[in-house]
T-cell receptor, first 113, second 110 residues
C-alpha cells in the first residue's frame, strides 16, 4: 500500500536556526497538509496545499513558516527561525480529494534547544 | 462552539466491554467525518470514514446525527489492543482542512 514518507525522523536544532522538514506524499494525491502535535496535546492543523498554492492556514502558521512543492514529489515545511515552542512532532498528510481521509506520514520529531 | 469537541476520558474498561465515544462539530455544512486511532508517539491512523448516517466495520460502529451535529464511535467486545487514543475529525469551517478533536483515551484492561 502506498505511504506518505517523511524525513528526517528526528531533527535537533538550535533556537534561531532554520529547518526544513521533508515529505513525499502518495503519488496520486492532490491535497497536502502539515499538522503538528506538541507532546501530550492535540493534533493541530498548520496548512493545506492544493494546486501549488496554500488553500488554508491556521493562526499557528505565521511568517516564520513556509511550504513548497519544489518538484513533482516532495512537499516541504520550512521554519525560518526556530523557537523553543516549535518543538513538536510534525506530521505530513495527503489525500486524493478534499472529502477523502488523510493519510499520514510517520512524522518528524523536532527538538529545538 | 469549538470546531471539534470530544470527551477526553480516560475510559478504563475491562476486556469484552462495549464503549462509546462522542464528538460534536461546528460546521453544519460538513459532509464527511472520520475517526482516527493514535497510539503513543505514533501518527494517526484512519479507523473509519463516516459519510452518511453511519458506518459499521466489524466491532466498530460510527453514527452521525446531522441535526445535533454529533458523531459517535461504538466499540463492541473490547480487546486489549484497542487501547489507544481515538480522534474525531471533521472539516474546518472553510472546508479546506480537517480539524482534530483532542482525542479520547481508552484503556482496555484484562
Amino acid at each position: 500500500e502506498p505511504e506518505v514518507t517523511q524525513t528526517p525522523s528526528h531533527q535537533v536544532t538550535q533556537m534561531g536556526q532554520e529547518v526544513i522538514l521533508r515529505c513525499v506524499p502518495i503519488s496520486n494525491h492532490l491535497y497536502f497538509y502539515w499538522y503538528r502535535q506538541i507532546l501530550g496535546q492535540k493534533v493541530e492543523f498548520l496548512v493545506s496545499f492544493y494546486n501549488n498554492e496554500i488553500s488554508e492556514k491556521s493562526e499557528i502558521f505565521d511568517d516564520q513558516f513556509s511550504v513548497e512543492r519544489p518538484d513533482g514529489s516532495n512537499f516541504t515545511l520550512k521554519i525560518r527561525s526556530t523557537k523553543l515552542e516549535d518543538s513538536a512532532m510534525y506530521f505530513c498528510a495527503s489525500s486524493r480529494e478534499l472529502s477523502s481521509p488523510l493519510h499520514f506520514g510517520n512524522g518528524t520529531r523536532l527538538t529545538v534547544t | 462552539r469549538k470546531e471539534v469537541e470530544q470527551d477526553p476520558g480516560p475510559f478504563n474498561v475491562p476486556e469484552g466491554a462495549t464503549v462509546a465515544f462522542n464528538c460534536t462539530y461546528s460546521n453544519s455544512a460538513s459532509q464527511s467525518f472520520f475517526w482516527y486511532r493514535q497510539d503513543c508517539r505514533k501518527e494517526p491512523k484512519l479507523l473509519m470514514s463516516v459519510y452518511s448516517s453511519g458506518n459499521e466495520d466489524g466491532r466498530f460502529t460510527a453514527q452521525l446525527n446531522r441535526a445535533s451535529q454529533y458523531i459517535s464511535l461504538l466499540i463492541r467486545d473490547s480487546k486489549l489492543s484497542d487501547s489507544a487514543t481515538y480522534l474525531c475529525v471533521a472539516p474546518s469551517n472553510s472546508g479546506y482542512a480537517l480539524n482534530f478533536g483532542k482525542g479520547t483515551s481508552l484503556l482496555v484492561t484484562p
